[in-house]
């Protein structure tokens, strides 16, 4: 009688586990999902710039010293190589902020000034007019050394952010703050506060945690993304998003999903990405691990996408991938 019993609690328990399975399976499959019908958003890493091998790189790496040999004269994070890269297509543009010592922020990418330019020191330590001075192509070579096609050719090239949002009145910026300095988060509020909604919705930002929950304070309805909001919506969303179940910390966010970890994710990639849309959430698919900002580079890298894939791209070649899908 107890061998009946035992064996009919088995029975219920493997039906129970074969209707969940079904269940999980069909809740998060993209087979019955509507297709998306649009074409992916593509993100302009730097605008359009320079490329370089990713072979040994550090935190530490000057990379305008290991460039690829120039196929375009576009310097990263200047305003003719954002022109260049929404000509090609772009629908978004990155760009990287560092605080200046009058108090405005440049757009440049390294932590100090001695890889790309010709002074040492940080961007702090100089006025924005100071900044302007500048040749910001003046590290660049192919060839370690042996020639500089940029150099001479930068001057006056570093744009500060209130310059980049004068010139672009209509186009979608993805801001990045370079540290993890809160009084850059309220700085940068101060900045973007006195844009309409309208042009406010269409600037992301992104950096360290602290900076980041300063801005979001004081622009709640800012489309934002740190290590600390990326964590809060994808791991409990790893827990229960089987259920369809979306975190409320997934809300009004982005998430940028190394291409390595993206299949593991609850309804990878259609149903997933109609459950970010439905709460405001944009998300933007990065090559690798995500470790280095590494994109999708080259028509063979997007070979890479899942079928019909739709959501965001991050490319540092936006002229060569943009025209498979414009």
Not at 80 to 103: C, Q, R, Y
Not at 143 to 150: E, I, K, V
Not at 177 to 192: F, H, M, N, T, Y
Request: proline share 6%.
């Amino acid at each position: 009688m107890e061998e009946l019993t035992l064996k009919k609690i088995l029975k219920r328990v493997l039906i129970f586990i074969l209707l969940l399975s079904l269940f999980m399976f069909l809740n998060n499959s993209s087979i019955f999902t509507k297709d998306r019908d649009a074409d992916p958003l593509l993100l302009a890493h730097r605008g359009l710039g320079q490329t370089f091998s990713m072979e040994g790189i550090t935190g530490n790496t000057c990379t305008a010293e290991r460039i690829h040999p120039p196929e375009h004269p576009y310097l990263e994070n200047s305003i003719p190589s954002m022109e260049a890269a929404f000509e090609n297509g772009a629908d978004v543009v990155e760009l990287d902020i560092k605080p200046t010592k009058d108090g405005q922020f440049a757009v440049f990418h390294d932590w100090t000034l001695d890889c790309r330019t010709n002074t040492e020191g940080t961007t702090k330590e100089y006025t924005m007019a100071e900044l302007k001075q500048l040749d910001i192509g003046y590290g660049y070579t192919a060839d370690n050394g042996q020639t500089y096609p940029f150099r001479g050719k930068g001057v006056g090239l570093m744009p500060s952010l209130d310059e980049v949002l004068t010139h672009f009145l209509d186009e979608s910026l993805l801001i990045h703050i370079k540290s993890d300095d809160p009084e850059e988060g309220r700085q940068l509020a101060e900045v973007l506060a006195k844009l309409p909604e309208k042009r406010l919705n269409q600037m992301t930002v992104y950096g360290g945690d602290q900076p980041i929950a300063t801005i979001k304070e004081e622009l709640p309805d800012l489309r934002v993304m740190s290590k600390a909001t990326l964590k809060s919506c994808l791991l409990p969303y790893f827990a229960v998003g089987w259920t369809g179940y979306i975190p409320t910390s997934c809300e009004k966010t982005q998430l940028h999903i190394p291409e390595k970890f993206a299949p593991w994710l609850w309804g990878w990639s259609e149903k997933f990405l109609n459950r970010m849309d439905s709460v405001g959430t944009r998300v933007i698919l990065v090559a690798g691990d995500g470790g280095w900002s590494e994109g999708f580079d080259n028509p063979n890298d997007l070979k890479r996408l899942p079928s019909n894939y739709s959501g965001g791209i991050w490319t540092n070649r936006i002229d060569t991938i943009a025209p498979t899908f414009k």
